[in-house]
């Protein structure tokens, strides 16, 4: 399904997790695998030393180049590895696209000068930039096999929730995964303020059953299977909670949040879902 990969490598555990994922899947299905280190360099803080910059320039080839080692001795595949300077989430969005990646790969935690959490910096930069689709690892290495048997699509009959049930399809085609795609009755009357009658309740579970048969409709006659769930609650909390206790391998959610509540850039629902899961997330651009 995917042909390039572009994976972003810092030396954490938890990029190193992202390679192993993606070395997996190169050596399963085939494709080209890309390694990338963004070395970042604050021309305002270190401009009077710019021996700093050769120095992390060195760093990040060296870390780059052990990456590839292993690589190749451990999957047996070939790798690209590149060193560029700049923001992190605009060398790895820009690179992806010179590539003509069609999926980047990275861990939930990176550095830039310190190691820090990015969920509001390298990862919704690179989700919100890259004009691929992006995988969110959040596994150790150890359980890192680059085969998913379990898929959760959060669904809202937008375009963009097709576009990642379509993907779920193609992902169940290579591994044989099971797929469920979930619906979430949101909660209106927290969000204007009124009381929900019977009627109320009946009509939005109506059109939760509409919603969730256009789902089944996208599935039908590809030869992938389809279980279904409706939820009434918070979407990212539901989601959460679904993935947990079916024991999802992977999520796959659009990148432009839900139906009536989305944003421009990221979702607030994929945002959440990203910061708040506990297993891989594919963010379908």
């Given amino acids: 399904m995917y042909n390039t990969i572009v994976v972003g490598f810092d030396g954490s555990e938890y990029s190193r997790a992202a390679l192993i994922e993606s070395a997996n899947r190169i050596r399963k299905h085939g494709g080209k695998l890309i390694l990338l280190s963004a070395v970042y360099f ?7 030393k710019p021996e700093q910059l050769e120095k992390r320039m060195t760093s990040g080839q060296k870390l780059c180049s052990q990456a590839k080692d292993m690589v190749q001795k451990e ?3 070939e790798i690209e590895s590149l060193v560029c300077e700049g923001e992190p989430h605009e060398v790895i969005a ?3 696209q010179e590539k003509n990646a069609d999926l980047i790969a990275m861990g939930t935690h990176g550095r830039r000068g310190i190691k820090r959490f990015i969920m509001g910096s390298v990862t919704s930069g ?3 930039n890259a004009s691929c689709d ?5 596994k150790q290495c150890t359980a890192c096999t680059g085969v998913y048997e379990s898929l959760l699509v959060p669904f809202d ?6 576009k990642a049930l379509s993907h779920a399809r193609a992902l169940s085609k290579d591994d044989g995964a099971e797929i469920t795609a979930l619906y979430v009755i949101p909660r209106y009357e927290e969000m204007i303020g009124f009381m929900k009658t019977d009627a109320i309740k009946d009509s939005l579970y109506r059109e939760a059953g509409r919603i969730i048969e256009m789902a089944k409709e996208g599935v039908t006659g590809n030869g992938a299977t389809l279980a279904t769930a409706i939820e009434e609650g918070h ?6 909670e679904m993935a947990n206790k079916m024991k999802s391998d992977l999520i796959v959610i659009g990148s432009h949040g839900w139906r ?5 850039i990221l979702g607030s629902t994929t945002e959440r879902v990203i910061m708040d899961a506990s297993c891989p997330i594919l963010v379908v651009k």
């Fill in 42 to 48: 604050d021309e305002e803080e270190y401009g009077n």
């Fill in 75 to 77: 999957f047996g595949i």
């Fill in 94 to 96: 820009r690179t992806a």
């Fill in 126 to 128: 690179v989700i919100g």
């Fill in 134 to 138: 992006v995988l969110v690892v959040k």
């Fill in 157 to 162: 009959g937008s375009e963009f929730s097709k």
């Fill in 235 to 240: 979407a990212a909390d539901k989601i959460v």
């Fill in 260 to 264: 009536g509540v989305s944003k421009a």
